[in-house]
């Protein structure tokens, strides 16, 4: 079968869920037997998320081939398991870049070089997605909102490539239908001027996805359908969900997969089971028993650590319970008032990212959750925290520290890595993406996954364990079980006398998936669960 390409676009306002829908669209191809990927294009001039203030933007997720990128990549990786890459997540800083390092080599030669068709031309090349392998459909998510001066060339490409591609082509358009309380009223006017928008840029949408709290009846679908000129059966309703991964469930039952197929003209065949997906949806609703787990980390913006919390939610519903997930602000956590910020917590989470910031409290929370036998998660900083804990009031070095927050310490427990040192460039330099990792057997982390000796896992970080202090730590109690083969450098600790304390230099987040949960997610929230 020639490869497909589904665009989707949104209109109205921002944050409308063109992830999830895009996902979703991946996840009932899958179950149709289609061999799938999705990609991420983003309108801002930036070449990767990885400088990006958490705040404005959310995590910045990390492919296995070490590429940071938007946060919409965990959903697509969660809902159909495929490995996305660095093609996966583009930027108008990468495709301009691209273009001028181009233009200085001297390859256009001489040609003036223009947004058409030079900047559009690359757009279109990274939006078919060359791939050495055969893939059926290729999903594109177009970040922003229609209107946007930034999308307008990402807009201009889809339209040459629906022409040029005909019915291979299916463009898919999120819209916004608020609801009017003192008129109690939904008004599809909103919509119909984003498609108006779409169309004067000259894209016709096949298929429509509204995005509205209440349901919309028939009547109302037809409204829309007759003034943008789609079809009624290509108007499709995403109301808001118990979760997230109900939503494929919703669009397969409305015919948005069927709806795709009939305009690229693929037969429809029987509807799939979906027996794996129904089967996670039954356990979800079935797990009403509540693990409450502290996240201490200093962004206080819930897409900050999307993919932890996602993580934490599908190992509490494979454990056959709810995870509540209470943020706790470090800035905030003092020796004085840690008990109480933690009181209840079945578990702690200590968050990763960088800087100086909200440090001392992922300390005391590392160490009231050593000394309380609470199981601990440190995930990153939050596994130097935890090195950084044991330093100072075990091995009895009040000044350790990591070298990234203090640079004159005297026990620099943590430091930064040998390649690192010579780096002065911010954007894309930390060491990213796959790296293997060994495993202590006997150990926790060895029987979490499974009895499995070396595993593999995701890395974003500059600064690692300092083994010049390893065999002080070890004799100590805390155990270095994990350790990457090729540079010896230290993966994960643990103290196995406690009932589960635990740091990851790596983020296992990245790697949990709606049908395959993480193990260690798992094996922490079944040690908060046998605690209650």
Known sequence: MQTKYIFVTGGVVSSLGKGIISASIGKLLQARGYKVTIQKFDPYINIDPGTLNPYEHGECYVTEDGFETDLDLGHYERFTGIHTTRNNSITTGRIYKTVIDRERRGDYLGKTIQVVPHITDEIKRRMLHESEERLDFVITEVGGTI???????????????????????????????????????????????????????????????????????????????????????????????????????????????????????????????MTAWHAFLEKQRNATREVHVGLVGKYDLQDAYKSIRESLNLAGIYNDVKTKIHFINSEELTAENVADKLS?????????????????????????????????????????????????????????????MSADTMHPVIDLMEEQKAITQMGGTMRLGAYDCELINGSRVFEAYGGTSLIRERHRHRYEFNNLYREEYETAGMKCVGVNPAADLVEIVEIPEKRWYIGTQFHPEYSSTVLHPHPLFMSFIKACNTTL
């Not at 339209?159 to 005909?166: A, S, T």
């Not at 200590?350 to 590392?366: D, L, M, T, V």
């Not at 601990?376 to 000044?399: H, P, S, W």
């Open 147 to 273: 209107g946007d001066i930034e999308s307008a060339p990402f807009m201009e490409a889809i339209r040459q490539l629906r022409w040029q591609l005909g019915r291979d082509a299916v463009c898919v358009h999120l819209t916004y239908v608020p609801y009017l309380k003192a008129a109690d009223e939904l008004k599809t006017k909103p919509t119909q001027h984003s498609v108006k928008e779409l169309q004067s840029m000259g894209i016709q949408p096949d298929i429509l996805v509204l995005r509205t709290e209440r349901h919309l009846d028939d009547a109302m679908r037809m409204k829309v359908a007759s003034f943008c000129n789609v079809d009624l059966e290509c108007v499709v309703q995403s109301e808001d969900m118990p979760s997230i991964y109900e939503v494929p469930v919703s669009m397969q039952r409305q015919g948005l997969d069927a709806a795709i197929m009939r305009k690229i003209g693929i037969p429809v065949g029987e509807t799939p089971a």
């Open 344 to 404: 209840g917590m079945a578990g702690v989470l200590i968050c990763p990212g960088f800087g100086q910031r909200g440090i001392e409290g992922k300390i005391i929370a590392a160490e009231y959750g050593r000394t309380n036998d609470i199981p601990t998660f440190g995930i990153c900083l939050g596994m130097q925290m935890m090195v950084i804990e044991f330093a100072r009031n075990v091995l009895g070095y009040k000044d350790a520290n990591s070298s990234e």
